[in-house]
């Protein structure tokens, strides 16, 4: 059996700034983050070890210096924070913050604010959380819901599927043929990279093993899309992989969402050449 990493796979340089940020303003005083720094148990376990502390939001923080995650947040929610005294440590990743100034140039320019990307998601509220009024996509029947508006300006969650971006889009200019339809493809270089070697390598591959978060999207997106190429199995760490996925399978794909640590990678790559190695022994 041969395993084959996806030629890009797991934490992204904004991921990883972010973690390297929160654990410099650890190092010099409490610290609370607001909402997830990562969806990733193993990097949030290594967070609250060095005694940072996580709160859904500004109302439950303990200390007087807060984070906002890689995922950003809007202005008004900024002032809302810093306007109660509090320092705001900003983790916001650079491409989190092109999607923010996207968003706002299609509002100052008179386009009614589509987003595709998943309602609730923290991203995705500070994407829109500035606006008054916008809509939220994520599926056809979305689409299909839209009101007419004579300008609609179509931004994305900066870890969505590509491809489910461009069909929504096209879905949409033709169900607006009327309208004045602006789209700015704002989904990230790093997501796109880990889309496009997922694909690469599940099409090689006879089983996929994606490493990530449960609650990560973009982890999601990489099982669904390595989905229609391959058996998937999503594992949060190397205790999830079990040895008889593996049986028969001369080829097992591997790739990890943005948020993964490359040692948490390392780990189960090497679970499962345990699972081969052991299956091998059986069969000899
Ligand atoms: S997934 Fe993309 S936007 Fe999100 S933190 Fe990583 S590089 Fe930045």
Same mark, same amino acid.
């Given at each position: $059996?041969?395993?084959?990493?996806?030629?890009?796979?797991? $934490?992204?340089?904004?991921?990883?700034?972010?973690?390297?940020?929160? @654990?410099?303003?650890?190092? #010099?005083? *409490?610290?609370?983050?607001?909402?997830?720094?990562?969806?990733? +148990?193993?990097? @949030?376990?290594?967070?609250?070890?060095?005694?940072?502390?996580?709160?859904?939001?500004?109302?439950?923080?303990?200390? *007087?210096?807060? $984070?906002?995650?890689?995922?950003?947040?809007?202005?008004?929610?900024?002032?809302?924070? !810093?306007?109660?005294?509090?320092?705001?440590?900003?983790?916001?990743? +650079?491409?989190?913050?092109?999607?923010?100034?996207? =968003?706002?140039?299609?509002?100052?320019?008179?386009?009614?604010?589509?987003? /595709?990307?998943?309602?609730?998601?923290?991203? /995705?509220?500070?994407?829109?959380?500035?606006?008054?009024?916008?809509?939220?996509?994520?599926? %056809?029947?979305?689409?299909?819901?839209?009101?007419?508006?004579?300008?609609?300006?179509?931004?994305?969650?900066?870890?969505?599927?590509?491809?489910?971006?461009?069909? @929504?889009?096209?879905?949409?200019?033709?169900?607006? &043929?009327?309208?004045?339809?602006?789209?700015?493809?704002?989904?990230?270089? +790093?997501?796109?990279?880990?889309?496009? #070697?997922?694909?690469?390598?599940?099409?090689?591959?006879?089983?996929? /093993?994606?490493?990530?978060?449960?609650?990560?999207?973009?982890?999601?997106?990489?099982?669904?899309?390595?989905?229609?190429?391959?058996?998937?199995?999503? =594992?949060?760490?190397?205790?999830?992989?079990?040895?008889?996925?593996?049986?028969?399978?001369?080829?097992?794909?591997?790739? #990890?969402?943005? &948020?993964? *640590?490359? %040692?948490?990678?390392?780990? /189960?790559?090497?679970?499962?050449? @345990?699972?081969?190695?052991? &299956?091998?022994?059986?069969? !000899?």
């Amino acid at each position: $059996m041969r395993i084959l990493r996806a030629t890009h796979l797991g $934490m992204c340089f904004g991921v990883r700034d972010a973690i390297t940020l929160a @654990l410099d303003h650890a190092a #010099a005083g *409490p610290l609370t983050i607001l909402g997830d720094l990562v969806h990733n +148990p193993t990097v @949030l376990n290594t967070l609250e070890s060095k005694g940072i502390a996580v709160a859904p939001d500004v109302a439950h923080a303990g200390t *007087p210096t807060v $984070m906002v995650t890689a995922h950003g947040t809007s202005e008004r929610t900024l002032a809302r924070t !810093r306007a109660l005294g509090l320092t705001v440590v900003d983790a916001t990743c +650079p491409l989190v913050h092109v999607a923010h100034r996207a =968003v706002a140039a299609l509002a100052r320019d008179g386009y009614h604010v589509v987003i /595709v990307g998943q309602r609730d998601h923290v991203e /995705v509220r500070g994407l829109t959380g500035d606006l008054d009024r916008f809509d939220v996509v994520l599926e %056809e029947d979305d689409v299909l819901a839209l009101e007419e508006h004579p300008r609609l300006g179509v931004a994305a969650q900066t870890t969505q599927s590509a491809e489910r971006v461009e069909h @929504l889009v096209d879905l949409i200019r033709r169900r607006f &043929s009327h309208s004045d339809v602006r789209f700015v493809d704002t989904v990230c270089k +790093p997501t796109k990279e880990r889309q496009s #070697a997922a694909v690469e390598m599940a099409r090689q591959a006879d089983v996929v /093993v994606v490493v990530g978060g449960r609650s990560s999207n973009n982890t999601r997106e990489l099982v669904n899309t390595c989905a229609r190429y391959a058996r998937v199995h999503h =594992v949060e760490s190397d205790e999830d992989v079990r040895a008889e996925w593996f049986d028969a399978a001369r080829v097992v794909g591997l790739t #990890a969402g943005t &948020s993964t *640590p490359d %040692e948490v990678i390392d780990r /189960v790559e090497a679970r499962i050449r @345990l699972c081969a190695e052991a &299956s091998a022994g059986q069969l !000899r």
